[in-house]
């Protein structure tokens, strides 16, 4: 059925529904009619109060306030009667035209028609009647490109593997005359920020074709068929184009998995568009070369008829770079700055691992803008080093009022965290520790690995759970308190300790199983837990407490062991708020010599003095 016949249709529904509307409405609202005769016995009766004259028409309301209507043969004789029994008489000279009554009905037809008629355009499937999908679309041609290969590192391994794509986009006979055909779609997934729409629009540029790039929750909207309309049109105008790249940003938003209790009379409109991308996909001739690219941070949702060969042949994930792609990509960045000569781009890279693409580039910046804020002409390492603390851990609040009390037990805190960090083995080194607060956070022990990590050892995850530990037990070793300071200290620890039994097989109890699964998303971990007996759940947590108990006691020994060193080091950060790892290595060298000397390492004076050696 056309728009036309559509519009046609509802224009005649309405029209009757309208005039249906308007008979009703009068005939409920009218005046109860009255006999000529009835209506000269109240006169004469003196029960008319007034009288509104229309024509031959006659209103009348009587004394007791009710009103009544009748018709007069003859108005002028009926005029002086009224006036002689001084009755008050409105009215004109003639009926109205019949067109005012018309009107009133047609006014509201004609807005419903209005609304209606826009509400089919939405939904109409008419290329020429429809401007929702090209409103949506970018196009990218070789004459704006401004994305290429140059500008995006990182993901060495992943340009390789979209080399031959570009290929046969410039050369497709090449391809064609083998026998080949190109991957109808491939799929970027990964977290947030490692560069997947980026990679996309490199792709278009290298290739040098058209890219028409759109969101997934574009498609869908709140009137049913809108969303499938749109896929038909970006598929339409892809096909005059080709060869051509067509992009779809988050299209978890409409590939998501489809549920089998769909509405009765058919599916909802979410389900209505993945069905015609589907077919879209489908629908491709060998002589029209389309390359579906598309991104996502839930591949764990997508429907599995959208990830069969064929459509999305391909998946690509996308994760974090290495050091070496870290530093790739501070190399991009750092040619639009003004870098001072200490600046070691591979130190940065060392020092961030974990950070995405996105979270270097704002790094970058956040440097920057530190540097200009303070009137440098280069961006030094102090700027990166203070970019970073305020990525990682927040702004730094000023503005917060802390007492003595709470810094002296913030010190021990970061210092308990410290010393473990320092002397358990498998741990990795300290970068930083400060209580400055920042964020949240009042304080903070930071550590930087050598290398990028990709498998933890059982002694390097129990060193982590210690060390999680030392701030509470550096509070009650030289305090004798507890505090809420280490709320997310056991938080982390537990769900550490649940990961080595539930996950990774490393209670000897509990034995080589697994109770955990992740859910396969990149938007943070999410775990569940598989099918097992209520016996097996009380002993996966005395698993669990057993194994922070003992790490709990055997760090408190550690700490204990080197109580003079913990006081030592407290101090320190309560005069420079803030130490590296060599400041913390002078603090413990001095503490060595005080003992060997035969004195007390914990006195404060005596620390001073030997941390700040005198200059001649």
Known sequence: MTLFIRTIFAIVVLAVIGGTIAVFWNIENRLPPISYNEFLEILEKDEVADVHLRGSEVSLTDSYGREFITYSPDVPALVPRLLEKGVIVNGSSENPSPLWDLAGIAVPVFLILVVWYSMLRRGGEDESESQFAKDKITRFTPQ???????DVAGVSEVKEELLEVIDFLQRPKKYSSLGAVIPRGILFQGPPGTGKTLLARAIAGESGVPFFGISGSDFVEMFVGVGASRVRE?????????PCIVFIDEIDAVGGHRSAGSAAGGQDERGQTLNALLVEMDGFSRDETIIILAATNRPDILDPALLRPGRFDRQISILPPDVKGRFKILQVYAQKMELAENVELEKIARSTPGFTGAE????MNEAALIAGRKGDSSVRLEHFEMAKDRILMGVERKGLVISDKDRKTMAYHEAGHAILAKFLPETDPIHKITIIPRGKALGHTQQLPLADRHAYPKEYLLSRIKILMGGRLAEEICLNQQTTGAEDDFRQAVELASKMVCKWGMSENIGPMSYLRDDGSFLGEQLSNTAHSEKTNQEIDEEVK???????????????????FLIYLANMLLVNETLDLEEMDIVYECTTKKRRDGIDPSA????????????E
């Open 144 to 150: 704006n490109r401004q994305v290429t290969f140059r």
């Open 234 to 242: 970006l598929f339409k105008e892809a096909k005059k184009n080709s």
């Open 360 to 363: 270097l580039a704002s790094l």
């Open 546 to 564: 057993k194994l922070i108990e003992t790490c709990y006691r055997e760090a408190g020994e550690l700490l204990t062991k080197e109580k003079d």
């Open 604 to 615: 404060e004076d005596d620390g001073m003095a030997c941390f700040f050696t005198p200059t």
